[in-house]
């Protein structure tokens, strides 16, 4: 996978999906799931903003594969292929690794977030996969990492909508077979984090219009406006119209 194909995959899946979903429907996911899991990575002197921040290494092939896998998984609703989803959530948990470029987990977080959010069927099913691996991003000491890791624990757990109710049922069905220490750790940052970020997302969702007004909230619709940039820009509408 080069830099140009990765960018023809996310321009084709937000121009013309079907021609990569239903008539490469094998090929499409395991072909995104392939890009993530890309290790052409370079060396640079200067760190353009498509770098990870720590190392300088650049991550485009990568960053950008998970930037499709978040266009792949939206458009999944219409057309769901079960096992492909759960390949490609599955590469993102691992993606969520310690050992993985940071901008590239940011991005993963803020793809496993969208999605809950708009097909929680898809999460609520992987929520093995997923609650481990977003956990151990909570106290990231990298600020992106770590904000974008408590919005996606917020949301598939549903704390905003639902408080602990889908947490504690996730912890009594999962709980048995967690490390002890991971589990005690987890319900801690439950009851001293969680809940008190989910009041205050519910109240300032609340005061944008984000419930029950005028749809998402700002964080939200800019990480919506990111997943389905190509090239982690985001042309608008009308961009190429003349005035």
Do not use: H
Request: aromatic letters at 4%.
């Amino acid at each position: 996978m080069s830099n140009a194909s990765v960018l023809s995959l996310n321009s084709v899946l937000l121009e013309s999906p079907a021609t990569l979903t239903e008539q490469y429907a094998q090929e499409t996911p395991a072909i995104i799931c392939q890009g993530i899991r890309n290790k052409n990575v370079s060396k640079l002197e200067i760190k353009p903003p498509l770098c990870d921040a720590d190392n300088g290494l650049q991550t485009f092939i990568s960053d950008n594969a998970v930037l499709a896998a978040g266009k792949y998984l939206l458009l999944a609703k219409r057309s769901p292929n079960p096992d492909a989803c759960k390949n490609i959530i599955e590469t993102l948990s691992v993606t969520l690794g310690p050992d993985n470029p940071t901008d590239t987990k940011r991005l993963a977080l803020v793809v496993i977030r969208t999605i809950s959010r708009e097909d929680s069927d898809l999460t609520d099913s992987n929520l093995s996969l997923l609650a481990p691996a977003i956990f151990s991003n909570v106290r990231s000491p990298v600020i992106p990492v770590k904000l974008a890791a408590e919005a996606a624990f917020l949301s598939i757990f549903s704390v905003v909508e639902k408080e602990g109710t889908v947490f504690d049922t996730y912890m009594s069905n999962a709980g048995d077979g967690m490390n002890p220490s991971t589990k005690r750790s987890m319900q801690d940052y439950f009851k001293r984090v969680a809940i008190r970020l989910g009041t205050q997302a519910r109240e300032r969702k609340e005061a944008e219009g984000g419930q029950g007004g005028l749809g998402l909230s700002n964080d939200e619709r800019e990480d919506e406006r990111e997943i389905w940039s190509v090239g982690k820009v985001d042309l608008g509408e009308n961009a190429f119209n003349e005035e």
